[in-house]
């Protein structure tokens, strides 16, 4: 079988932590082929840095190169949409990073684009396909925990000082850029369920993002959840699930998790050494998302089970209704 030939649209922290994530892969699985930035100085620095062939000055450059089969967009939230819709109208299949999109009317248009040029389009929750993350899946599904009551996330980090967590038309605000994690992880937990109601709380910056928020999520019968997510503080940083048979712990890193605490006994899930120092943590965790990625295109899918469509829009218009209620507004709102 061929190799999947990548393409990473953007030369940031990110691209720079999932192609190193790549490289952890096998080479005849995972070949990185070209990468864009919007200017070619940028593009050319990151292809030398990570031996990448091609470097494109434009992500439309970028889009008409045809030994491209998947894009990993790496961009900011405010762009998610436009670039992925850029790749997939030229019949790119995609992954772009968490949030799909900055709304649901985004996130809508981007799945109706996936499935009018028949590409494949994940959003790149890279929790869900951490093996500590399938071992969680596999104990739930058999019922191990018997019923489960509570799920509790927490993910807060002092990030005042980073533009992009804070400024509004760079996509800022501790939900769409941490928060995300908890309110999937509950999702997944729930299995994709719709929450009978959700409940939002929290504080606004200056710039009209929330600092953070605490969000409760009422399940039917009598199941429960709760976040906690800010970009002005530190927490541990933990989940819980409690079932009426026992309780699954996620020590630390809840978002990107290398151990599993399974009713009192600890199970550690240890990831691939980084070829060259990571911007994020655990971020050589990102390969599990790629492999993901190759096995739906091995296929012939065009959007994953571990993270699918359906799974994105629910995520997505949990957040809108988050943000609604704490009063958080973003020009893609169209207020």
């Not at 970028?62 to 850029?86: A, E, F, K, Q």
């Amino acid at each position: 079988m061929a190799a999947t030939r990548w393409g990473i649209c953007s030369a940031g922290k990110i691209s720079h932590d999932f192609t190193v994530a790549l490289k952890t892969l096998p080479p005849e699985d995972h070949q990185i082929v070209a990468v864009s930035a919007r200017k070619l100085q940028d593009a050319q620095d990151f292809a030398k840095k990570h031996s990448i062939p091609r470097a494109y000055g434009s992500y439309e450059e970028m889009s008409r190169d045809p030994d491209i089969d998947v894009v990993y967009v790496g961009v900011i939230h405010p762009y998610h949409r436009s670039v992925s819709l850029l790749f997939m109208n030229a019949k790119k299949n995609v992954l772009c990073e968490k949030p799909l999109a900055m709304n649901s009317t985004e996130v809508k248009e981007m799945l109706a684009c996936a499935k009018t040029n028949n590409v494949f389009l994940m959003e790149a929750v890279w929790t869900r396909f951490f093996p500590a993350s399938l071992e969680i899946k596999r104990l739930l599904a058999q019922g191990e925990m018997g019923e489960v009551k509570m799920v509790r996330a927490d993910f807060a980090v002092p990030l005042m000082n980073v533009p992009r967590a804070v400024e509004k038309e760079l996509g800022g605000g501790a939900l769409l850029d941490i928060g995300v994690y908890c309110l999937q992880f509950i999702c997944m937990v729930y299995n994709g369920e719709k929450p009978e109601c959700i409940q939002a709380t929290g504080g606004c910056l200056d710039t009209g993002v929330d600092e953070g928020m605490v969000v409760t999520l009422k399940f039917s019968g009598n199941r429960m959840a709760v976040f906690t997510c800010s970009v002005a503080m530190e927490m541990p940083n933990d989940a819980i699930i409690a079932g009426t048979k026992g309780t699954i712990r996620i020590p630390a890193h809840m978002w990107c998790p290398t151990s599993l605490v399974v009713n009192g006994k600890e199970t550690e899930y240890p990831l691939p050494e980084p070829y060259l120092p990571l911007n994020f943590t655990n971020s050589t965790g990102m390969r599990y998302e790629a492999e993901e990625v190759r096995q739906c295109l091995l296929k012939g899918m065009k959007e994953s089970p571990g993270m699918s469509h359906a799974d994105s829009l629910l995520l997505v218009e949990l957040e809108d209704e988050a943000r609604r209620q704490v009063g958080v507004v973003y020009q893609q709102d169209g207020h």
